[in-house]
């Protein structure tokens, strides 16, 4: 399994949560959570499978996940998911960024207005057994955006209370996917039982990369990583319960 990535994106007054993840082979999709004030707001899901079938790996699993995840931010950015944000939370504040939401004709009546808002709320929350394809497509086919960092992680072992583990870590930006070299790394862990406790620090290298191995103590209560990135092409965060 890939741990995937987290990403906080602003957008009309809000803070918008986007957690993708990799499910494992055992469940081969690729599922992205948006959420607002701790409530899931969009989930999206991508199966696969045929992609295991032909051959595909781990390198070509990260692209999807990597794809999926940007263009959830990029729908969030451009307001595509704000009729659900709205039908949800409430009326958002702020401009519509997005220019197809700015060119949009005024509505004559309010009965056509109505049903012009429940199609797009309708829309907006069909829920989402996506295509490789489709996912491919909406990723190429997205306007450039703003670079932002991305940190990724991949484990030699079980993260769980009492383990050892290598961590593979690699801070890149996120539309070029450039290595972002002296990225400041820290690994905590928190708990429930106990005060913040910092496993492991270091920097990442030219290709941005990083190895660090940690001890995970045994403690009682519920426990999690926050592994950080700090660098001048911004910050990232993973969160992984343990």
Do not use: C, W
């Amino acid at each position: 399994m890939i741990t995937g990535y987290n990403t906080d994106v602003r957008h009309r007054g809000m803070v918008f949560h986007v957690q993708t993840e990799d499910k494992g082979v055992n469940n081969p999709s690729i599922e992205t959570l948006v959420y607002v004030g701790g409530q899931i707001l969009h989930r999206r899901r991508s199966e696969y499978a045929k992609l295991l079938k032909e051959g595909g790996g781990k390198e070509e699993i990260l692209e999807l996940l990597e794809a999926q995840h940007h263009t959830l931010i990029d729908e969030i950015k451009t307001g595509k998911l704000d009729a659900e944000t709205e039908s949800r939370i409430g009326p958002l504040s702020g401009p519509i960024v997005s220019s197809e939401a700015e060119s949009k004709p005024a509505v004559p009546d309010s009965g056509a207005q109505a049903g012009t808002e429940l199609a797009a709320s309708a829309e907006a929350r069909e829920s989402s057994l996506e295509s490789l394809d489709q996912v491919i497509l909406d990723y190429l086919t997205m306007e450039a955006e703003q670079e932002y960092l991305i940190l990724a992680m991949d484990s030699l072992g079980e993260l769980k209370l009492g383990s050892d583990v290598r961590l593979a870590l690699q801070a890149k930006t996120s539309g070029s996917s450039d290595p972002v070299a002296d990225a400041e790394i820290t690994v905590k862990l928190i708990s429930t039982v106990a005060q913040p406790l910092i496993l492991a620090t270091g920097q990442t290298n030219d290709e941005g990369n990083l190895n660090l191995r940690i001890s995970i103590p045994l403690i009682k209560g519920t426990a999690a990583l926050i592994i950080s990135a700090s660098s001048e092409a911004g910050t990232a965060e993973i969160k992984h319960l343990i």
